[in-house]
């Protein structure tokens, strides 16, 4: 929007141009909603998500959609490109986690399995463990995966 005010040329003029660019190279330039978008900024978005992930531990995609202004799936593809690189994260049913929440969450399911006096089901340590009555899709994709691991 910024761009045709300071070229003196028409808004028209340069969403063409843009998508002349991300035609012909789609490697460096995305067109997401009318907007430009380059590896860089997906680069810098990864370090700023990741530094929010070290704060919280934990980050929903739909949140981190919402805050960036971009799709749920464009988001979960470009960070997923960028974990292990730019992103020390773990994606696991929507939701990014650091390696130190999920080992955190580890050592307390085998806690709570060690504590188990009688067999126990799934649904039944994830709410000892994450302190719920009910827990949601979220963790739960997590927490059988961390169980399967255990097993």
């Known amino acids: 929007v910024d761009l045709p005010n300071h070229l003196q040329v028409d808004l028209s003029h340069c969403q063409k141009q843009a998508r002349i660019l991300a035609d012909e190279d ?3 330039f995305l067109l997401v909603e009318e907007e430009l978008i380059t590896p860089q900024y997906f680069d ?3 370090a700023e998500v990741g530094e929010l992930l070290q704060e919280t531990g934990q980050v929903a995609l739909a949140e981190l959609a919402v805050r960036f202004a971009l799709s749920v799936d464009l988001l979960s593809q470009k960070l997923n490109q960028r974990m292990g ?3 020390d994260a773990h ?5 990014l ?3 130190a929440y999920v080992a955190r969450l580890a050592a ?3 806690g709570a399995l060690r504590a188990a006096a009688s067999p126990l089901s799934v649904s039944a340590v994830s709410s000892q463990v994450l ?3 009910k827990t949601g899709g979220t963790h739960a994709a997590l927490v059988q995966s961390t169980l399967e691991e255990l097993a």
Do not use: F, I, S
Request: aromatic share 4%.
């Open 26 to 28: 789609p490697d460096r």
């Open 44 to 46: 810098g978005l990864a």
């Open 85 to 87: 690189t730019h992103l």
């Open 91 to 95: 994606l696991e049913g929507g939701l």
């Open 97 to 99: 986690y650091t390696p």
């Open 108 to 110: 307390q399911l085998r």
């Open 131 to 133: 302190g719920t009555k």
